[in-house]
């Protein structure tokens, strides 16, 4: 039995449906199996609770083998911080875990987690990081670029953007690079970790075959739409007081000071990992938005 949580999630989702089309058996941690109808009909075992409810963890966690912990949110919200989803939430289920003897716990990072990150995201990521770590469990660490692929939300709001703009909006110099990768080749990477002992206490950084610069991304998505527009530098110095005032009317801003933080910042890595860990020949971002982007879109 291998328990997921965060299955009702962007690469939750695509992961559970992957491990189900393999006959893995599967349980997952939602906070509403009433809403988790995709789960049910892949007859998956639905846990209700959530990461700071230990006794439902620990009811989740019982007679499970492997655990694969994909919560983590992006910006913070009312009750659900970097530091307790994270950190708090990530100690209070290896705890579960722990008492359970689960043999091999999966944590998804981010690329760009280190000691000394600027951003918030960041900076919890890897206290999570050093409590899986330090947890006596043996582990699997995978730190993926940016995803995207279908339920992407990334991709599809900057997809609304710019079909409703009349031109191509880059913050910053978006000189940037990032390395996307398709949701396909993540689900990927984590079958293969989960279902085998080749991975165990070993750190993957994962990323596409392409570093692109946020501005590349940015146009590439428009050639995906079939939208031609000049683009337009959006100064840091102007986007810094707005989204300041955005995280403070909205509850779900569209821009954050943590995430002008970390567009500022590379987030590449090798293909080492992706190709010879996991065994992928990872898809090229043009080719993977083409299997999705028109559709959902819209366009």
Not at 5 to 15: A, I, M, Q
Not at 188 to 216: F, H, M, R, W
Request: charged residues 25%; aromatic residues 6%; contains cysteine.
């Amino acid at each position: 039995m291998i328990l997921v949580t965060g299955g009702t999630g962007f690469v939750g989702s695509h992961l559970i449906r992957q491990m189900r089309k393999q006959g893995l058996h599967v349980r997952a941690l939602v906070r509403n199996p009433e809403k988790a109808k995709e789960l049910k009909d892949l007859k998956v075992e639905l846990i209700p609770g959530d990461i700071a409810d230990r006794e439902a963890l620990d009811d989740a966690a019982a007679g499970v083998e492997r655990v694969i912990h994909l919560v983590g949110i992006i910006q913070e919200a009312h009750g659900a911080t970097f530091q307790g989803v994270h950190v708090e939430g990530t100690r209070n289920l290896l705890a579960a875990a722990k008492k359970a003897g689960v043999r091999h716990f999966l944590y998804q990072s981010a690329l760009g987690t280190r000691p000394g990150a600027r951003s918030e995201y960041h900076k919890t990521k890897w206290q999570a990081e050093e409590l899986v770590r330090a947890s006596g469990i043996p582990f699997t660490i995978l730190r993926p670029s940016l995803i995207y692929g279908s339920g992407d939300q990334f991709t599809l709001r900057l997809a609304e953007v710019i079909r409703q703009s009349p031109v191509l909006p880059v913050i910053g110099s978006g000189k940037s690079k990032v390395q996307p990768i398709y949701i396909d080749d993540v689900v990927s990477c984590l079958v293969k970790a989960v279902t085998s002992d080749a991975s165990l206490n070993e750190i993957y950084e994962i990323g596409g075959p392409e570093q692109l610069t946020y501005e590349e991304v940015t146009v590439a998505i428009a050639e995906a739409l079939g939208i031609k527009r000049p683009t337009i530098h959006m100064p840091l110095f102007l986007m810094r007081p707005m989204a300041r005032v955005l995280e403070t009317v909205l509850p779900k801003p569209p821009l954050t000071t943590e995430q002008l933080i970390m567009l500022q910042e590379d987030n590449v890595c090798g293909v080492r990992d992706i190709c010879e860990a996991c065994g992928n020949v990872p898809v090229r971002f043009r080719d993977g938005l083409k299997r999705f982007l028109g559709r959902e879109s819209g366009a």
